[in-house]
C-alpha cells in the first residue's frame, strides 16, 4: 500500500484479538458432581420413611397415607427429587466414566437414560392417586377402580413400567461396572452402583429397598469423585468464539 493512501475497507478484517469468551466448564462439572448422588439418596429416605410397602394395594396405601399425611406430603417432595434428578445424575456418571469404558457406558447410559425419561413422562402410579384421594376425599371405591383397573392395565403404562425397571436394574448395572472398569473412581464404587440399583426391586420391604438406593447412591458419588478431581480440559473442551463473519464484498459498476 502506498504512503498517504487509505486502506479498502472490503478488504480489512475484524478486530485482531476476539473477546474471550467466560469459561463456564467448571461450573457444569462441579454441579453435576453435586447432583450426582442426590438422586438415589432422596428415593433412599422416601422408601426408608415411607409407611406402606410397594406392591400393597390400593386400599392399604389410602389407609396408610391417611394416618400419615404430613409425612406423605413431605415424602412427595423428597421423591421429587428423584424424578427430576435422575437423568442428570445418570449423565454425570455417563460423563465420568466414558473414556475409560466408551461402549460399556454408552449402552448403560442409553438404557438408563431410556428408562428414566419413561418413567417420567408416562408413569401415573398408584401412590400419587391415593395421595388425592386421602387429601381431596375422594371416593376409595371409585378411585381403586381407576387404579387397578384402568391405569394398570393400560398398555402404555405396563411399557413405562417396563422400561424404567430395565433402565434400573440393567442400565445402572452397567453403568456401575463402567465406572468399575475406567478406574476413575475406588472400584468399590462402581461396585455399589451396580449391586444397589440391580437389586433394588426385588429386595423384601420399604426398609430393605431404601437400604439398597442407600448403596446405589454411594456408587453414583462414584461420579461425585471423578469429577472434581478432573480437571477442566479433562471434563470438556474450552469454549471457543465464533468464527468472524466474513467481510461484505463491494462491486463496482
Do not use: C
Not at 11 to 37: E, K, M
Not at 147 to 156: A, F, H, I, R, T
Amino acid at each position: 500500500m502506498e504512503p498517504g493512501t487509505r486502506p479498502d475497507p472490503a478488504t480489512t478484517s475484524g478486530p485482531s484479538r476476539a473477546t474471550p469468551l467466560r469459561d463456564v466448564r467448571g461450573f457444569w462439572r462441579i454441579l453435576l458432581a453435586v447432583i450426582a448422588p442426590l438422586p438415589m439418596l432422596a428415593q433412599a429416605v422416601y422408601y426408608l420413611l415411607n409407611p406402606v410397602d410397594g406392591g400393597s394395594s390400593f386400599a392399604d396405601t389410602v389407609t396408610a397415607y391417611t394416618a400419615h399425611q404430613q409425612l406423605i406430603g413431605v415424602l412427595r417432595l423428597v421423591g421429587a427429587v428423584f424424578v427430576v434428578g435422575l437423568p442428570a445424575a445418570t449423565f454425570a456418571v455417563a460423563w465420568a466414566a466414558r473414556r475409560g469404558a466408551p461402549r460399556l457406558t454408552s449402552f448403560g447410559a442409553f438404557i438408563s437414560l431410556l428408562g428414566s425419561f419413561s418413567g417420567i413422562a408416562l408413569i401415573i402410579g398408584g401412590d400419587p392417586l391415593a395421595y388425592y384421594t386421602v387429601r381431596e376425599g375422594l371416593d376409595v371405591g371409585v378411585m381403586t377402580k381407576l387404579s387397578d383397573d384402568v391405569v394398570e392395565n393400560d398398555p402404555v403404562q405396563q411399557v413405562a413400567g417396563l422400561l424404567f425397571i430395565v433402565g434400573i436394574v440393567i442400565g445402572l448395572l452397567l453403568l456401575g461396572l463402567a465406572l468399575w472398569r475406567s478406574r476413575v473412581a475406588p472400584a468399590w464404587m462402581g461396585i455399589a452402583l451396580a449391586v444397589g440399583g440391580s437389586t433394588h426391586p426385588f429386595l423384601p420391604g420399604h426398609v430393605a429397598q431404601g437400604a439398597g438406593l442407600l448403596v446405589a447412591a454411594a456408587g453414583f458419588a462414584g461420579a461425585s469423585y471423578a469429577l472434581l478431581r478432573m480437571r477442566n480440559d479433562d471434563f470438556d473442551l474450552p469454549a471457543m468464539s465464533p468464527a468472524p463473519r466474513p467481510a461484505s464484498s463491494h462491486v463496482r459498476t
